[in-house]
């Protein structure tokens, strides 16, 4: 089986320099790829792969060994996460998207006040601790409000119509209807005789012999609460649900046997009223189901931007790796698979 590693990694400290313009730059000695003019250099690659490292150690995980295959995998995502965002970077600049010194500062204010109370020295000891820099985390930052900017840019024109959230709530009924439920108490028992047993004592001894014989038989909570719960109907197995909601309430059944799930004999009462099935009227819903619409919508517009970007670096050459540094397999190959694939 073919193993997929998800890149673990807490901050990405993209280190992009020489961004801006057309064309493509030159590969340097200290970079392990160009995208546009963007140089993706060495230093990010190690520190990605340094923070991949440490994340492994964390899970108890061994680290795959240079020359492995699984150490090709970790190299290859590494690089082109590094890759995909330059490419984000590059078109932020033709989107004239421009992230300031200021800007860093107000984010990097507002993380440590949220996860260090303001104060510098313990933020300089969580740096220390996760093997990181001032610097690295500022450019990750960069990064991030670049990407959020984007994402903001191209999502901008994304809509959800009343009749995009009113066919939602209505083909998907399921999600705004509670089914009938009905509050009851029972025992769970392995054995006819003790299930026959219980039944007796129940009948005539009333609550003190529910708690007393639930909390010696009970398998589950049940056993903590007198044997009382609250099912939805077809929550359980048919002979349970059957039972509990067409007895007449406060009436004990006598015992029934479930020969699917427990193999063993309930002896249920119903509380209380089965209570009918609610629907949530779609007014008290359409906001909430709006939200959602519309940030599945820009996600998908955002994937789909992200799609187009790279082919559109793909083929325009403009992505160039250093020698032993060109992911396997290649991203630009996999999307002119995907689009002839698409097209054909």
């Given at each position: 089986m073919k193993k997929t590693f998800l890149f673990p990694i807490v901050l990405v400290a993209a280190l992009l320099a020489g961004c801006g313009g057309g064309g493509s730059a030159s590969l340097k000695s200290d970079d392990v790829a160009t995208v546009g003019?963007?140089?993706?250099?060495?230093?990010?690659?190690?520190?990605?792969?340094?923070?991949?490292?440490?994340?492994?150690?964390?899970?108890?995980?061994?680290?795959?060994?240079?020359?492995?295959?699984?150490?090709?995998?970790?190299?290859?995502?590494?690089v082109t996460l590094l890759v995909?965002?330059?490419?984000?970077?590059?078109?932020a600049d033709s989107m004239n998207i421009n992230i300031s010194t200021k800007d860093v500062d107000k984010r990097l204010a507002q993380i440590k006040k949220q996860y260090f109370k303001s104060k510098d020295s313990l933020y300089q000891?969580?740096?220390?601790?996760?093997h990181l820099t001032d610097a690295s985390v500022r450019n990750d930052i960069r990064s991030q409000l670049i990407s959020e900017a984007v994402f903001n840019k191209v999502?901008?024109?994304?809509k959800v119509s009343d009749s995009d959230v009113h066919d939602y709530y209505t083909t998907h009924p399921q999600l705004y209807t509670q089914p009938q439920s009905r509050d009851v108490r029972y025992i769970l028992v392995k054995k006819k005789a003790?299930?026959?047993?219980?039944?007796?004592?129940?009948?005539?001894?009333?609550?003190?012999?529910?708690?007393?014989?639930a909390k010696k038989y009970a398998k589950d909570a049940s056993g903590q609460n007198c044997g009382k719960a609250t099912f939805?109907?077809?929550?359980?197995?048919?002979?349970?649900?059957?039972?509990?909601?067409?007895?007449?309430?406060?009436?004990?059944?006598?015992?029934?046997?479930?020969?699917?799930?427990?193999?063993?004999?309930?002896?249920?009462?119903?509380?209380?009223?089965?209570?009918?099935?609610q629907s949530t009227p779609e007014k008290q819903?359409?906001?909430?189901?709006?939200?959602?619409?519309?940030?599945?919508?820009?996600?998908?517009?955002?994937?789909?931007?992200?799609a187009s970007t790279t082919k559109g670096f793909c083929s325009g050459s403009q992505i160039k790796y250093q020698s032993g540094f060109k992911p396997s397999p290649d991203p630009c190959t996999v999307t002119t698979t995907n689009a002839t694939t698409t097209t054909g």
């Open positions: 003019k963007v140089h993706v250099t060495k230093a990010a690659y190690d520190t990605l792969l340094d923070q991949a490292k440490r994340s492994f150690a964390q899970q108890n995980r061994p680290f795959p060994k240079a020359g492995t295959s699984d150490y090709q995998t970790v190299k290859g995502q590494a995909q965002q330059a490419e984000r970077e590059s078109k000891a969580q740096l220390k601790k996760q999502t901008s024109t994304v003790d299930a026959d047993s219980v039944y007796a004592q129940v009948k005539s001894g009333g609550d003190k012999a529910w708690c007393t014989l939805t109907k077809g929550q359980t197995v048919a002979a349970f649900d059957k039972i509990a909601f067409s007895q007449p309430t406060k009436q004990v059944h006598a015992p029934i046997y479930d020969p699917t799930q427990y193999k063993s004999w309930f002896v249920i009462e119903p509380l209380a009223a089965v209570k009918p099935r819903v359409s906001s909430s189901i709006k939200q959602q619409l519309l940030q599945t919508k820009k996600n998908q517009t955002m994937t789909d931007w992200v």
